[in-house]
């Protein structure tokens, strides 16, 4: 009887010092990775019906993660394409979303000084 307690024990200290190590591990990478580069998503004329699609994947998949950036999807959506605003807004409650200005205006010209 001794040694079914005593091997159940064993199994049981192993399984906890194995989850214990993993944690550990994990921990450790996400402290490791670059937090520096960010996501972003242009959005194309006409791509209204894909974009919630292409975002929830985004985000089930992690890519944010594994492409090692700040966790939050940047998306430049032209001002004309109100459908697709409306779906981001409405994304932007479940998923780290921002929605960045209009393409033209966040490129600027500076030989023109």
Request: net charge neutral.
């Amino acid at each position: 009887m001794d040694t079914l307690v005593l091997t159940i024990l064993s199994v049981l200290a192993f399984i906890g010092l194995t989850y214990l190590a993993s944690s550990f591990l994990s921990w450790q990478n996400s402290r490791i990775s670059d937090k520096c580069c960010k996501l972003i998503l242009y959005i194309p004329q006409g791509s209204e019906a894909k974009l919630e699609g292409i975002i929830r994947r985004i985000f089930l998949e992690q890519i944010p993660k594994k492409l090692m950036t700040d966790g939050v999807v940047y998306v430049m959506i032209p001002e004309d394409q109100q459908e697709s605003l409306k779906i981001a807004e409405m994304l932007k409650k479940d998923y780290p979303l921002v929605v960045l200005p209009d393409f033209n205006h966040v490129l600027y010209d500076y030989k023109e000084k």
